[in-house]
């Protein structure tokens, strides 16, 4: 099984950029789709991005497209989420997902067997 990590949160002015990792350890990253969710305070969690098992699929919410780019790096066992023009609504925890189960990059949840701990992103009007 994979164990992940997910850090690089931290409290940014709107307007401002930010780069989340997700690292892997116990079994490689290139095993994995990868997916990024949020959670805001009272919110349920919802989907941010995701990247195929190969790297050559993305999907993106409709409220970060354009916005967030989600990459990764299988040689160092770690997916990225970079984050530009953010705005308050983006304030959430921030967590990495992964499944062994499909190839393709998916919204659902429900997919995802393997979650990071989160990281806070704040972000100050």
């Known amino acids: 099984q994979v164990q992940l990590v997910d850090s690089g949160g931290g409290l940014v002015q709107a307007g401002g950029s930010l780069g989340l990792s997700c690292a892997a350890s116990g079994r490689a990253t290139s095993s994995y789709t990868m997916g990024w969710f949020r959670q805001a305070p009272g919110k349920e969690r919802e989907f941010v991005a995701a990247i195929s098992k190969s790297g050559g699929r993305t999907h993106y919410a409709d409220s970060v497209k354009g916005r967030f780019a989600i990459s990764r790096d299988d040689a160092k066992n770690t997916v990225y989420l970079q984050m530009n023009s953010l705005k308050p609504e983006d304030t959430a925890v921030y967590y990495c997902?992964?499944?062994?189960?499909?190839?393709?990059?998916?919204?659902?949840?429900?997919?995802?067997?393997?979650w990071g701990q989160g990281t806070q992103v704040t972000v100050s009007s």
């Open positions: 997902a992964a499944t062994a189960r499909i190839t393709t990059p998916t919204r659902d949840n429900g997919w995802y067997d393997f």
